[in-house]
């Protein structure tokens, strides 16, 4: 049979994104209501402070997104953020090489321990067809013993000057580091919605076995929607490494709960097949916003997690009453 046979069962649109979720709604709500409580949250300087602060949460948020996609779970992106890092920042502190030899070494040896993990994760969980849930709560403690063991529990600086410059770099007040990541969401939306792997991303999700019935290999495209993720992690390794000039192997502790937040918020389903790397886009902008405009109403970090919470679960609440009243 063709490729074609196995769809998504609707077309994900921004459009039918933002109706189906009143994302865009909710987004658009918080900054006014923050705008209209500090005087100080939308100036170009803490608009700019918002855009950095996502940009590893919606980096992250991507490679989440094709996981969850397909009815999986990755755990481990926080510690392998961390053990990319360190692996990127031990290449990086080499002598002997020029600066953008090291660099170029360093961004492959990060990007590559992340896709590295990421494969592990997806081959062990569909080849004996484990809960990736276990599998990647295994992988978070592997790969965070290797940050540790790699870094010998030390954090590690002095970069080649060019990279640690890049991350400051900005155009019109944007960040550079978050116009990056606007091109992996560009990318991954590509991705999903013209390609036979992100037909087939949907389809396992919403109905794996037809997938296999119709001759497609499920095994392929899970390992490869997990490489993702993993690599993913790799970039957000980099982008932690460019915006503070440091790689720590305690980096990215609850990392994970940020990305599968701003996926759930963005109106991904947890039972797979339904959902768009745009809503993660909205939802990682909903959880810095919030962030944000917390701290300038001066309520301190436990309450801003409370907070966030909350959101989170009347998000599960939303998407349970679609799922149970969707015409799908």
Same mark, same amino acid.
């Given at each position: ?120 994760? /997806?081959?062990? !969980?569909?080849?004996? =067809?484990?809960? $990736?849930? +276990?599998? #990647? @709560?295994?992988?978070?403690? &592997? ?122 918020? /963005?109106?991904? !389903?947890?039972?797979? =097949?339904?959902? $768009?790397? +745009?809503? #993660? @886009?909205?939802?990682?902008? &909903? ?42």
């Amino acid at each position: 049979m063709s490729d074609t046979t196995v769809t998504p069962t609707k077309t994900i649109t921004v459009q039918g994104l933002l109706q189906s979720t009143g994302i865009g709604l909710a987004l658009f709500l918080l900054i006014v209501f923050f705008s209209l409580s500090s005087e100080h949250f939308l100036t170009s300087g803490n608009i700019s402070n918002i855009l950095t602060q996502i940009t590893i949460n919606l980096i992250l948020g991507v490679g989440m997104t094709f996981v969850i996609l397909i009815g999986g779970i990755d755990l481990s992106v926080g510690s392998v953020l961390a053990f990319s890092s360190v692996v990127a920042g031990k290449v990086m502190t080499m002598t002997g090489l020029g600066d953008g030899t090291v660099i170029v070494f360093a961004v492959m040896a990060g990007l590559g321990t992340g896709m590295l993990c990421g494969l592990m994760n /997806g081959a062990i !969980s569909a080849w004996w =067809g484990l809960p $990736s849930f +276990i599998i #990647t @709560l295994g992988m978070l403690n &592997i790969a965070r013993g290797g940050a540790l063991h790699v870094a010998e529990a030390r954090t590690i600086y002095s970069f080649p000057y060019a990279f640690e410059e890049f991350g400051s770099i900005s155009f019109f007040g944007i960040p550079i580091l978050f116009l990056l990541a606007l091109l992996l969401v560009l990318l991954a939306w590509l991705i999903l919605n013209f390609t036979v792997f992100g037909r087939m991303v949907y389809g396992i999700g919403n109905n794996e076995e037809a997938v296999r019935l119709a001759g497609h290999n499920v095994f392929r495209y899970k390992v490869g929607a997990f490489a993702i993720c993993g690599t993913c992690a790799g970039l957000g390794a980099l982008a932690y490494m460019a915006r503070l000039n440091i790689a720590s192997p305690i980096a990215g502790i609850a990392f994970e709960l940020d990305a599968i937040a701003a996926v759930i918020i /963005g109106g991904t !389903s947890l039972a797979g =097949g339904r959902g $768009s790397v +745009i809503g #993660t @886009l909205m939802g990682a902008f &909903i959880i810095g916003v919030l962030a944000n405009g917390l701290i300038l109403m001066g309520l301190n970090d436990f309450m801003r997690q409370m907070i966030t919470g909350l959101v989170i679960i009347v998000a599960v609440i939303v998407d349970y009453y679609r799922a149970k009243y969707a015409n799908v």
